[in-house]
């Protein structure tokens, strides 16, 4: 699918470290939001996710998401992003670290020594069907 | 409708000026988010948005929301406030006012003069039915 473009200044923001808020469809069809680190891959926005999260499980079931960024120096500045995303485990493990390093300046299993437990890691690609909102 | 309770923490960060990002349901079924100014009353949290808008059509469908806050000093406390919206253009212009005030300083006609050309004024009163995250 190669979805929507993403303008250059919505591109440079997602190429900070951002947090963005993500938003799924629960199994009752209501909305289910969460925050998440965010990396981009030309016009598809990866985040990273483990299998046993509710966000997840949603997205498994139907994958129509919706992603708002803002600019942190200046908030009335922002977009949402909305496409369809798609799952898999592969690279999992090395989105994770990435985005650490990208967020934090460690590997995730120093920001996070806890995450040893986590269950598998799940790497989210959003394709944007549609953007939204002034970047 | 009471409710439920919002912790202390979570009272007052959404005391402060923080921006929070608004789920609400498509016709379709699928995501929509925005980013919003709110205020508290007890338990509930009060936001504004005009007559026309994707936001208020969405609610006035399916009442079902989600509202999500970061710590901005600790951006890995957040909350997701899930819940329902209860609408109505009583108080419309007052509440747009006290908004602006508070995160701007100004009234809302000076800080967005452009303003003056919007649709009516409406007032989304979100009721939490669950509160999910660290806050």
Known sequence: MPGTALSDRLKALLDRPVFVVVGTIQPDGSPQLSPVWVMRE?????????????????????PRVS???QDPESPYEYAE????????????????DELSLKY??????????????DAERVVVRVVPRKV???L
Chains 1, 2 share one sequence.
């Open 42 to 62: 030309g016009d598809h926005i990866l985040f990273s996710t483990t299998a046993d999260r509710r966000k997840r499980k949603n997205l498994d079931r139907d």
């Open 67 to 69: 992603v708002v960024v």
């Open 81 to 96: 992003i909305r496409g369809t995303a798609e799952l898999t485990t592969e690279g999992g493990p090395e989105l994770i």
């Open 104 to 117: 934090t300046g460690k590997k995730y299993a120093e920001f996070n020594p806890a995450a040893a437990q």
């Open 132 to 134: 939204v909102g002034t």
